[in-house]
C-alpha cells in the first residue's frame, strides 16, 4: 500500500496561484501513475489531471487546460499540482491518488487504488 499526504491548500483570492504537493511513502510510486482528483460540495468526486510514471504523458479535464500543471519528482516521491488563474469554481477538497504499477495513466478513478485525506482549495471571487 501506498500512503499519501497532501498539502499546499488554502485560501487565494481569484486570479491567484497555488501549488498542491503529494508525498508518497510505503510502496514505491516510481512505476505508478499518479492523480489529483477534487470535489466540491454537494458533488461527486471528479478528475483532475494524472501523470504517467514516467512524468512524460498528462491528462487534464478541459476545465483546467492550460491553467494547471501536473508534473512528478519521483526521486522526491512527490507530485505536484500548480494551479494558476484560479476561479471560484476551483473550490474543492483536492485528493491525491496512486495507480496499481506498470498501469498506464488515466482519467478514471478506478484505476487508482491509493488515495490522500486531501487539502482544501478555497477560491474567493
Known amino acids: 500500500q501506498v500512503q499519501l499526504v497532501e498539502s499546499g491548500g488554502g485560501l487565494v483570492q481569484a486570479g491567484g496561484s497555488l501549488r498542491l504537493s503529494c508525498t508518497a511513502s510505503?510502496?514505491?510510486?516510481?512505476?505508478?501513475?499518479m492523480g489529483w482528483f477534487r470535489q466540491a460540495p454537494g458533488k461527486e468526486r471528479e478528475f483532475v489531471a494524472s501523470?504517467?510514471?514516467?512524468?512524460?504523458?498528462?491528462y487534464y479535464t478541459d476545465s483546467v487546460k492550460g491553467r494547471f500543471t501536473i508534473s512528478r519528482d519521483n526521486a522526491k516521491k512527490t507530485v505536484y499540482l500548480q494551479m494558476n488563474s484560479l476561479k471560484p469554481e476551483d473550490t474543492a477538497i483536492y485528493y491525491c491518488?496512486?495507480?496499481?504499477?506498470?498501469?498506464?495513466?488515466?482519467?478514471?478513478?478506478?484505476?487508482?487504488?491509493?488515495w490522500g485525506q486531501g487539502t482544501q482549495v478555497t477560491v474567493s471571487s
Open positions: 510505503g510502496r514505491t510510486v516510481s512505476r505508478s501513475a
Open positions: 491518488a496512486a495507480g496499481r504499477p506498470f498501469a498506464v495513466a488515466t482519467t478514471t478513478q478506478s484505476a487508482f487504488d491509493s
Open positions: 501523470i504517467s510514471s514516467s512524468g512524460v504523458t498528462t
